[in-house]
C-alpha cells in the first residue's frame, strides 16, 4: 500500500501563484508515474499534469505555460507549481500515483480557490 499526503492549497487571487507538494510513503518503491487531477462538484476528475520517473511530463492544455510538474524521486514527492491562477482552476486537487505494477493510489484532496 502507497499512501500520499498533499498540501498546499487554500485561496488565491486571480493572477496569482500557488504550489502543491505530494508525497509518497508506505510501500512506495517503484513509484512510475506520479500526477495531479483535479474535479470540481459535478464534473468528472480531469488530468491536470502528470511526471514519470524519468522526467517526462504530460500537462491539460488548459495549464499548458501556466503550470509546472516536477518530482524527486529521493523523495518519493511530486510538485505542480501554479502560476497565473484562474477562477477557473478552482477545484479539489488529487495526487495520483502508479506503480510499475499498475497499481494505483490518490491522495485525500486538496482544495484550490481562486478568486476573481
Known amino acids: 500500500q502507497v499512501q500520499l499526503v498533499e498540501s498546499g492549497g487554500g485561496l488565491v487571487q486571480a493572477g496569482g501563484s500557488l504550489r502543491l507538494s505530494c508525497t509518497a510513503s508506505?510501500?512506495?518503491?517503484?513509484?512510475?508515474?506520479m500526477g495531479w487531477y483535479r474535479q470540481v462538484p459535478g464534473k468528472q476528475r480531469e488530468l491536470v499534469a502528470i511526471?514519470?520517473?524519468?522526467?517526462?511530463?504530460n500537462y491539460a492544455d488548459s495549464v499548458k505555460g501556466r503550470f509546472t510538474i516536477s518530482r524527486d524521486n529521493a523523495k518519493n514527492t511530486v510538485y505542480l507549481q501554479m502560476n497565473s491562477l484562474k477562477s477557473e482552476d478552482t477545484a479539489v486537487y488529487y495526487c495520483n500515483t502508479r506503480r510499475l505494477d499498475s497499481s494505483q493510489y490518490w491522495g485525500q484532496g486538496t482544495q484550490v480557490t481562486v478568486s476573481s
Open positions: 511526471i514519470w520517473r524519468g522526467g517526462s511530463t
Open positions: 508506505g510501500d512506495s518503491i517503484s513509484l512510475n508515474i
